[in-house]
T-cell receptor, first 116, second 113 residues
């Protein structure tokens, strides 16, 4: 149980285009999902906390207009990187917390974004 | 954002050897977690620690939640080739702060057969 999927697993796009990444909890409902970014050989850095039915909470230094987050249902959150640039190339990982209130976050397999 | 200090940064050991890594923070956490990440994958939870002083095992892995709540260590006994990967500690704050995780800088483990 507690499986989180991400789609796509890998995406290459041209500079200036927008890219949408989906995060789904497959066998549980998640009121809260988290989006992380990981640069090569670096740690995971929290970008934002996504709450079902409300606006996401962004970490300091993360542009909310550039990284649009939508958490429209208890099993789906999306991250849209708008007007992507090469410096946005990174590994984006989501995690989801079961609504039963257990603290554990279950992580998705990540999405590798490459902006040319 | 804040990161936890994790050491060593990397380790290259012989199969069968024991491994020890630790994580320190300037802040107190209510929960300490240890994850393993394989290349191109998301992190997978290894051990969760919920109480200061707690010592928990999961197979060959043993982790402890420091008494000060500002540190934790992870031991791997009798390492095997599939232990290769990056190990991250993570501290979790209060539920009122959103249960956010703060990750360590990572320890890269290589195992020589």
């Amino acid at each position: 149980g507690a499986v989180v999927s991400q789609h796509p697993s890998r995406v290459i796009c041209k500079s200036g285009t927008s890219v949408k990444i989906e995060c789904r909890s497959l066998d549980f409902q998640a009121t809260t999902m988290f989006w992380y970014r990981q640069f090569p050989k670096k740690s995971l850095m929290l970008m934002a906390t996504s709450n079902e039915g409300s606006k996401a909470t962004y970490e300091q230094g993360v542009e909310k207009d550039k990284f649009l987050i939508n958490h429209a249902s208890l099993t789906l959150s999306t991250l849209t990187v708008t007007s992507a640039h090469p410096e946005d190339s990174s590994f984006y990982i989501c995690s989801a917390r079961d609504r039963t209130g257990i603290h554990e976050q279950f992580f998705g397999p990540g999405t590798r974004l490459t902006v040319l | 954002g804040q990161q936890l200090n994790q050491s060593p940064q990397s380790m290259f050991i012989q199969e069968g050897e024991d491994v020890s890594m630790n994580c320190t923070s300037s802040s107190i956490f209510n929960t300490w977690l240890w994850y393993k990440q394989d290349p191109g994958e998301g992190p997978v939870l290894l051990i969760a620690l919920y109480k200061a002083g707690e010592l928990t095992s999961n197979g060959r892995l043993t982790a402890q939640f420091g008494i000060t709540r500002k540190d934790s260590f992870l031991n791997i006994s009798a390492s095997i080739p599939s232990d290769v990967g990056i190990y991250f500690c993570a501290g979790q704050g209060k539920k009122s702060s959103g249960d956010k995780l703060t990750f360590g800088t990572g320890t890269r483990l290589a195992v020589r057969p």
